[in-house]
Nanobody
């Protein structure tokens, strides 16, 4: 459950789409939160979207209506990103917070949106 590996980042033009994937090392039976964070150069890491136990999801205001987080009830967590903007450029990290409150992170995947 502790290992997370992101993929799907890349270079895309503004207005385009990308789908990020995060593979967990084990099936995700229980958790406090599954989430996607991002960190742009010179900025703090910020929450982009999350799914909390019980299944509800939440989004940063800056991505509402454009990004969608999902989980396949197994090992995969996704972030569908549409209508990308230059300000979405960042390294995107997958996060799992266990029921014990322990945070696990992937190494990140770079997203660059050209304007």
């Amino acid at each position: 459950q502790g290992q997370l590996v992101e993929s799907g980042g890349g270079l895309v033009q503004a207005g385009g789409s990308l789908r990020l994937s995060c593979a967990a090392s084990g099936t995700l039976f229980s958790f406090n939160q599954l989430g996607w964070y991002r960190q742009a150069p010179g900025k703090q890491r910020e929450l982009v979207a999350n799914i909390i136990s019980g299944g509800s999801s939440d989004y940063a205001d800056s991505v509402k209506g454009r990004f969608t987080i999902s989980w396949d009830n197994g090992k995969m967590i996704y972030l569908q990103m549409n209508r990308l903007k230059a300000e979405d450029t960042a390294v995107y990290y997958c996060n799992l917070q266990s029921v014990y409150g322990i945070d696990y992170w992937g190494k990140g995947t770079q997203v660059i949106v050209s304007s």
